[in-house]
């Protein structure tokens, strides 16, 4: 049971390791040793290959002290795990494949999570720590104008976490045929006439467009407005898969299947094609569309986790999340707007609107 897991622990000291984004290596919290993700892979590849074997998608097993516990962790999917360096229960969803104990604070990882089918093909290291995580939180406020004071001055982070999200990462070809109506108007004046002379041209418009690795979130818990806000990724840093990059991050494995995903990716390829293709009409003065038609094809899939930072606040009994992409620092979320501020600087705006509205409506 307890191979099913696994502590990357320090060959110097046997302290914990975790994956630092700065210097791309796995560093000792204790004696502050480094070592390459080479060196830990194979340390580590003979203890990996018996965790996956141990490993089996299995029904989780009935708590013998409590049997209504178990139906309510059966319902939710949980599975218990035994810590390497402290023997605490760990408890998890059954998706995840790299988290930390709650007891002792180690980072452990999953690794039968992530084998055989189920292996990842790329992943993408963290660049940016917990710090780096935080200060862009502060410089994504300082410019907000509308933002409360008091939800700037506390530092009210409930809570973060740098996970690796599983991505699907879609080579596809699209084909696109689209027909429009564009038109030119020309004025000028015969005598006592201005004359208007409208030309009509259908313009039809055919090509094709290929894309690489267009990626969607394959995971549910992750909002996917947050997850497609923070692209793009740097695909120069993609790197083979391996669990050495984990160890002090949160890592789930997929939750939506490539299948169930295609409709997205389908989705945003076609309307890249679609303003492509529109985008070449040009040199009249108003285009409309007649009709289009759109065709999608995906190819290759590669399955990826990719760094991203998830932040939490409350405030006013709210929750306000952020996401900031691991890589690149990007950083989005959802913030309170200042009534009192809005107000102030819209109100000027609003008001002589209000006065032509109601002349408006009076002359009506
Ligand atoms: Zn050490
Ligand atoms: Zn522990």
Redesign the pocket.
Known sequence: MATEITNHK??????P?HFAGASGMLE??????KFSVEEIERLYAANEAEAAENFEEKEDKPFEENGTEWTEREAKNLRTYSCPSCGAELICDSTTAATSCPYCGNPTVIPGQFTGGLKPDLVIPFRLNKDQAIAALQKYYSGKVFLPNDFKKRNHIEEIKGIYVPFWLCDCETEGKALYKGSNVRTWREGDYDITETTYFDVLREGKLDFEMIPVDASTKMPDEHMDAIEPFDYRDLKPFSTAYLPGFFADKYDVSQQDSMERISERAKNSIKSELRGTVRGYSMVSTINENYNFNSKEVKYALLPVWMLSTKWNGENFLFAMNGQTGKLIGDLPVDKKKFWGLFGAIAAPLAVIFSIIAILL
Not at 10 to 15: E, W
């Open positions: 320090c060959p110097a000291c046997t302290g390791l000792c919290d204790y004696c502050g040793s």
